[in-house]
């Protein structure tokens, strides 16, 4: 089964750039969709397709997709952007939905 | 304004069944895919099962298949997921995301607050 990994954990000062990958075989090859969910709220999508950002998400955040990293990058991190991060995409060979494991984003 | 409202949640014993609803509005229910995803306590998101729009496919997760049937009434605009044969890994709290696109490779647009499973003796 295909599988996506993430780091689980990343810390930044605010106004820096963060920067979260998404590990997968030949993951370049898929489309890759990028969720924030806060502590007891549902998920939210920030980054689709790889690098659209739906109506309503901060310019701040942007993703690209290529060999077999995908990232997704929020710059000048700010207090509210502390959550956890889920990569996701459709594995065709298997017709699954495949999440990562999730990336906690700490802003010191 | 797009709502998606989960519900039938609650506490089972193990082997036990449960039927989950989601009732969809402020969209054209019957061209989104409809899916649930769940989340154990403290844990990931996890994938169960897919209806796609138009298509009318069907997908579901290992951890699920024989025991899940997800189902879907375009007629009142609701999503359900018959859980059978419940174990104590299938408490999570249980969402159902709306695909605008319809299809099973687009993103999770919409999403409700989730409804809590339990699974205990």
């Known amino acids: 089964s295909y599988v996506l990994t993430q780091p689980p954990s990343l810390s930044v000062a605010p106004g820096k750039t963060a920067r979260i990958t998404c590990g997968g075989n030949?993951?370049?090859?898929?489309?890759v969709h990028w969720y924030q969910q806060k502590p007891g709220q549902a998920p939210l999508v920030v980054i689709s397709y790889d690098s659209d950002r739906p109506s309503g998400i901060p310019e701040r955040f942007s993703g690209s997709n290529s060999g077999n990293t995908a990232t997704l990058t929020i710059n000048r991190v700010e207090a509210g952007d502390e959550a956890d991060y889920y990569c996701q995409v459709w594995d065709s060979s298997s017709d699954h939905v495949v999440f990562g494991g999730g990336t906690r984003l700490t802003v010191l | 304004e797009v709502q998606l409202l989960e519900s039938g949640g609650g506490l089972v014993q193990p082997g036990g069944s449960l039927r989950l609803s989601c009732a969809a509005s402020?969209?054209?229910?019957?061209?989104?895919?409809m899916s649930w995803v769940r989340q154990a306590p403290g844990k990931g998101l996890e994938w169960v099962s897919t209806f796609s729009g138009s298509g009318r496919l069907i997908y579901y997760a290992d951890s699920v298949k024989g025991r899940f049937t997800i189902s879907r009434d375009d007629s009142k605009n609701t999503l359900y997921l018959q859980m059978n044969s419940l174990r104590a890994e299938d408490t999570a709290v249980y969402y159902c995301p709306a695909s605008k696109e319809g299809y099973s490779g687009s993103p999770f647009d919409y999403w409700g607050q989730g409804t809590l499973v339990t699974v205990s003796s």
């Open positions: 030949n993951i370049g090859s898929k489309s």
């Open positions: 402020g969209f054209t229910f019957s061209n989104f895919a």
